[in-house]
Protein backbone atom coordinates (compact mmCIF):
# COMPACT_ATOMS: atom_id res chain seq x y z
CA UNK A 1 0.00 0.00 0.00
CA UNK A 2 1.09 3.24 0.39
CA UNK A 3 2.77 5.32 2.46
CA UNK A 4 3.24 8.77 3.01
CA UNK A 5 6.87 8.67 1.06
CA UNK A 6 5.26 6.71 -2.01
CA UNK A 7 5.49 8.79 -5.25
CA UNK A 8 2.79 6.49 -7.10
CA UNK A 9 -0.23 8.18 -8.30
CA UNK A 10 -2.27 4.61 -7.76
CA UNK A 11 -2.04 2.79 -4.72
CA UNK A 12 -0.82 -0.95 -5.50
CA UNK A 13 -2.05 -4.45 -4.95
CA UNK A 14 0.35 -7.14 -3.77
CA UNK A 15 -1.73 -10.08 -5.23
CA UNK A 16 -0.48 -13.09 -7.10
CA UNK A 17 -1.68 -11.72 -10.75
CA UNK A 18 0.72 -12.92 -14.50
CA UNK A 19 1.77 -11.05 -17.10
CA UNK A 20 2.63 -12.45 -20.09
CA UNK A 21 5.78 -10.65 -22.20
CA UNK A 22 7.46 -10.46 -25.46
CA UNK A 23 10.73 -10.84 -26.10
CA UNK A 24 12.80 -11.27 -29.66
CA UNK A 25 14.80 -14.86 -29.83
CA UNK A 26 16.77 -16.32 -32.52
CA UNK A 27 13.22 -17.37 -33.44
CA UNK A 28 11.46 -14.49 -33.63
CA UNK A 29 9.14 -12.91 -30.67
CA UNK A 30 8.27 -15.32 -28.39
CA UNK A 31 5.58 -14.75 -25.38
CA UNK A 32 6.55 -15.50 -21.90
CA UNK A 33 5.06 -15.56 -18.57
CA UNK A 34 6.28 -13.89 -15.43
CA UNK A 35 4.47 -13.62 -11.91
CA UNK A 36 3.74 -10.01 -10.86
CA UNK A 37 4.78 -8.96 -7.03
CA UNK A 38 2.55 -5.98 -7.37
CA UNK A 39 0.26 -3.50 -9.49
CA UNK A 40 -1.85 -0.62 -10.00
CA UNK A 41 -3.79 0.74 -12.22
CA UNK A 42 -0.87 2.65 -13.51
CA UNK A 43 1.83 0.18 -13.31
CA UNK A 44 3.30 -3.13 -12.43
CA UNK A 45 6.51 -4.91 -10.87
CA UNK A 46 7.35 -8.37 -12.09
CA UNK A 47 10.46 -10.46 -12.23
CA UNK A 48 11.54 -12.39 -15.38
CA UNK A 49 14.52 -13.02 -17.75
CA UNK A 50 16.99 -10.22 -17.96
CA UNK A 51 16.02 -8.75 -20.90
CA UNK A 52 14.93 -5.23 -21.08
CA UNK A 53 16.27 -1.85 -20.80
CA UNK A 54 14.87 1.16 -18.20
CA UNK A 55 12.92 3.27 -20.49
CA UNK A 56 12.32 0.27 -22.97
CA UNK A 57 8.69 0.11 -24.60
CA UNK A 58 7.61 -3.26 -23.71
CA UNK A 59 4.46 -5.05 -25.01
CA UNK A 60 2.35 -6.52 -21.73
CA UNK A 61 -0.76 -8.96 -21.81
CA UNK A 62 -2.11 -9.27 -17.69
CA UNK A 63 -3.65 -11.85 -16.87
CA UNK A 64 -6.80 -11.19 -14.31
CA UNK A 65 -9.24 -13.35 -13.07
CA UNK A 66 -12.30 -10.98 -13.67
CA UNK A 67 -12.07 -11.76 -17.45
CA UNK A 68 -11.58 -14.17 -20.22
CA UNK A 69 -8.59 -13.19 -22.15
CA UNK A 70 -5.15 -11.10 -21.12
CA UNK A 71 -5.60 -7.12 -21.08
CA UNK A 72 -3.07 -5.67 -23.65
CA UNK A 73 -1.19 -3.19 -22.76
CA UNK A 74 1.53 -0.92 -23.65
CA UNK A 75 4.21 0.13 -21.05
CA UNK A 76 7.66 1.00 -20.90
CA UNK A 77 10.29 0.15 -18.17
CA UNK A 78 10.95 2.57 -15.23
CA UNK A 79 13.25 0.70 -13.06
CA UNK A 80 15.26 -2.81 -13.33
CA UNK A 81 16.88 -4.76 -10.76
CA UNK A 82 19.11 -7.93 -10.71
CA UNK A 83 16.81 -10.55 -9.16
CA UNK A 84 18.80 -14.22 -8.60
CA UNK A 85 22.11 -13.55 -10.92
CA UNK A 86 22.32 -16.63 -11.31
CA UNK A 87 19.24 -17.73 -12.89
CA UNK A 88 19.36 -14.15 -15.15
CA UNK A 89 16.53 -12.82 -14.03
CA UNK A 90 15.63 -9.20 -12.80
CA UNK A 91 13.01 -7.42 -11.07
CA UNK A 92 11.04 -5.18 -13.43
CA UNK A 93 8.47 -1.92 -12.63
CA UNK A 94 7.07 -0.90 -15.68
CA UNK A 95 4.70 2.02 -16.07
CA UNK A 96 1.32 1.66 -18.17
CA UNK A 97 1.56 4.10 -21.38
CA UNK A 98 -1.40 2.67 -23.41
CA UNK A 99 -4.59 0.12 -21.91
CA UNK A 100 -6.65 -1.07 -24.74
CA UNK A 101 -9.75 0.01 -24.99
CA UNK A 102 -12.10 -0.45 -21.89
CA UNK A 103 -8.78 -1.79 -20.07
CA UNK A 104 -8.96 0.73 -17.40
CA UNK A 105 -12.52 -0.25 -16.16
CA UNK A 106 -11.47 -4.36 -16.27
CA UNK A 107 -8.41 -3.48 -14.20
CA UNK A 108 -10.21 -1.09 -12.10
CA UNK A 109 -12.56 -4.13 -11.02
CA UNK A 110 -9.75 -6.77 -10.58
CA UNK A 111 -7.80 -3.96 -7.93
CA UNK A 112 -10.72 -2.54 -6.53
CA UNK A 113 -11.82 -5.49 -4.09
CA UNK A 114 -8.35 -6.10 -3.20
CA UNK A 115 -7.55 -2.26 -1.86
Same mark, same amino acid.
Given at each position: ?????????????????????? %??????????????????????????????????? $????? $?????????? %????? $???????????????? $????? %?????????????????
Amino acid at each position: MMDGSDKRRFPRVTHAFLVRYR %IPTSKGMVWRMAPVHDLSRGGARFTCEGVFEVGKQ $VELQL $VLPTTKRPLR %IAAHV $VRSKPSQRALNLTEYG $VAFDV %IEAGGEKLLDSALHPLL
